[in-house]
């Protein structure tokens, strides 16, 4: 029962994340490799106040937002001015600093969280507290599953809202030809920057909550294995509506569970299992470019 | 003086990388990842070559003929296909990672995770002047430089180089012309697959491969492509040389754990700055496409 618990904790956390990546690839029409890092920033922004300063969920939560959305500036500047192959080249650079700067913000002789020892490098940071909203705290782990659902469901909540109102058909009038959006008088930069700031701080909520679950973080989540793993959610699953990333989200966390039933050696098994994201990357290319339920193509 | 030396030596394994990317990017507009997995699998056809009694030319013969056939087996299997219904640049991209990481993966559940090394034993130094220089900087200096200038060779002054820079330069053109632009794809995916076969090797007898270094030293080898000038062939060994220099100076002058951020924050730079690399000419990025 707990091992379902557990797993439906991991499917909140991939919805979350998979939903907010979509905003950027599927309604901006970008290809990022960095939404992994954002996710991470937020988990480490959690921890390090909740452990360090004792702050409760909803505080260190808003904080952690707030830092990935001005960070995020650093993936919705260059899509001023990069197309294509080198947008994404971009943020791939984005990960790979953001990922160098937890692994190597640490120093062996200072405490953690202190400026010259902020992340604890690859030893990652440990005992983060669970979760503390108003003074109730969800120990056992059929109360911290619901108090996922129901933080993944208000996150899909307030994207689903953005994504059918105005401004989220503007997104996708920019997506579609950017030239004529800006012709009708739209500030497309600006909007860019808005959903990009958006989709960074909701991944950041979706870092805190895996923090608070796991009780452990290194920078392995800030991994380019993870952002791979992320874009395959939502290119397997569909982009471009709402039901696609939450499709991927389940697909690609039911696949590996499924692979436990053949026991496989448990080297051979994690290796299969990234061998069948990479075929499926590819399979999808050629045979369903719009991923099993979205309603947009990568370009 | 020995920093700058090493600089080099190991920005030239950098440019080969980058020539190889560069070979298949420019004429065809494919941002071939799947050279990653290319560049992880050619060591171990050589290991297990070596492992098999073979002497080492031939063991080294039958991983460049691997690496070309594995690049043809991508180009056929997933880029030919994708080019034919027009697939955009973000499709090629995205398949070709999928190509990458299934590459890996059987590479690893074959030879296994950890890693290994082509060469046996010590390797013999030469020193002049107070500079040392080790047999595997040697092998790599020379592979670089014959393979390099081999290349620029074959672009300036052979018909079929031409063919290739007129491809690059306007693939619509050149096929209007009645040249065979799918057998032209073969040619820029083979010479592709020799020089990440060159790259891969010299690297592995230097310091050892693992099935995952691939996705690494391809994007130091796309750095090195952006910081060169991403219109040309033969910028990238430029860029290769300065990103050499500029690793190796920073693991002299701060820590070595720093390379990473200083090679990606020099990416964001250019990126920002000067977008068409040190050769290129200035014009935007999608004008070139």
Request: aromatic share 12%.
């Amino acid at each position: 029962m707990n091992y379902l618990l557990h797993l439906l904790v991991y499917f909140d956390i991939y919805v979350i994340v998979a939903l907010s990546l979509n905003l950027i690839v599927g309604y901006c029409g970008m290809l990022t490799l960095a939404h992994a890092g954002y996710y991470a920033i937020g988990g480490y922004t959690y921890a390090l106040l909740a452990l360090n300063l004792g702050w409760g969920f909803v505080p260190a939560v808003a904080v952690a937002m707030l830092v990935c959305a001005v960070l995020s500036l650093a993936v919705a500047l260059p899509s001023w001015r990069l197309r294509g192959d080198f947008f994404v080249l971009g943020t791939l650079a984005v990960q790979a600093l953001i990922f160098s700067a937890i692994y190597n913000w640490s120093s062996p002789d200072t405490p953690l969280g202190s400026w010259k020892n902020l992340t604890n490098g690859p030893f990652g940071i440990t005992g983060i507290p669970r979760p503390s909203i108003f003074g109730w705290t969800p120990a056992s782990p059929l109360s911290f599953t619901l108090f996922a659902t129901v933080v993944a469901g208000s996150c899909g909540f307030v994207l689903w809202r953005l994504q059918r109102s105005p401004w989220g058909r503007l997104l996708l009038a920019i997506r579609d030809d950017e030239l004529a959006a800006r012709g009708l008088g739209k500030n497309t930069r600006f909007i860019k920057i808005q959903a990009v700031a958006i989709a960074s701080s909701i991944v950041a909520v979706a870092g805190a909550l895996y923090a608070s679950h796991v009780r452990y973080l290194d920078p392995s989540s800030a991994s380019l294995d993870e952002g791979i793993l992320v874009l395959s959610m939502v290119i397997v699953g569909g982009l471009g509506n709402f039901k696609g990333p939450i499709v991927g989200a389940f697909v690609l966390i039911a696949l590996p569970e499924l692979l436990r039933f053949l026991s496989l050696p448990d080297t051979q098994a994690a290796n299969l299992r990234l061998l069948i994201y990479g075929l499926l990357l590819v399979l999808m290319m050629h045979f369903r470019p719009n991923g099993i339920a979205g309603a947009y193509r990568v370009q | 003086m020995q920093i700058l030396i090493n600089g080099l030596i190991s920005g030239s394994a950098i440019a080969l990388l980058a020539v190889a990317f560069q070979a298949v990017y420019l004429p065809t507009r494919v941002f071939f990842m799947g050279l990653a997995g290319i560049y992880a699998a050619t060591p171990f056809i050589a290991y297990s070559c070596q492992h098999h009694g073979l002497p080492w030319p031939l063991s080294i013969a039958a991983a460049a003929v691997a690496a070309i056939g594995l690049s043809w087996l991508f180009e056929w299997a997933n880029h030919a296909p994708l080019a034919r219904k027009k697939a955009g640049e973000g499709v090629h991209l995205v398949s070709s990672l999928g190509l990458y990481i299934a590459t890996v993966q059987i590479v690893a559940m074959i030879w296994g995770n950890d890693p290994k090394t082509l060469r046996i034993g010590l390797d013999y130094v030469s020193r002049f002047d107070g500079l040392v220089i080790t047999g595997a900087q040697w092998i790599t200096f020379t592979v670089g430089a014959v393979a390099l200038s081999g290349f620029a060779f074959f672009l300036r002054r052979s018909n079929l180089g031409l063919r290739l820079r007129a491809m690059a330069d306007n693939p619509v053109q050149f096929a209007l012309f009645g040249y065979n632009v799918n057998a032209h794809r073969y040619l820029a995916f083979g010479l592709c697959g020799a020089f990440a076969a060159a790259a891969s090797l010299v690297t592995a007898y230097d310091i050892g491969f693992d099935p995952h270094g691939g996705l690494h030293a391809v994007l130091l080898a796309v750095v090195a492509v952006i910081v060169g000038g991403q219109g040309s062939f033969l910028g990238p060994v430029l860029g290769g040389m300065i990103l050499g220099i500029l690793r190796t100076q920073v693991v002299w002058h701060f820590s070595a754990r720093w390379q990473e951020a200083a090679t990606f924050g020099l990416l964001a730079v250019f990126l920002m700055l000067r977008p068409q690399g040190i050769l290129g000419r200035e014009t935007r990025l999608e004008a070139s496409k």
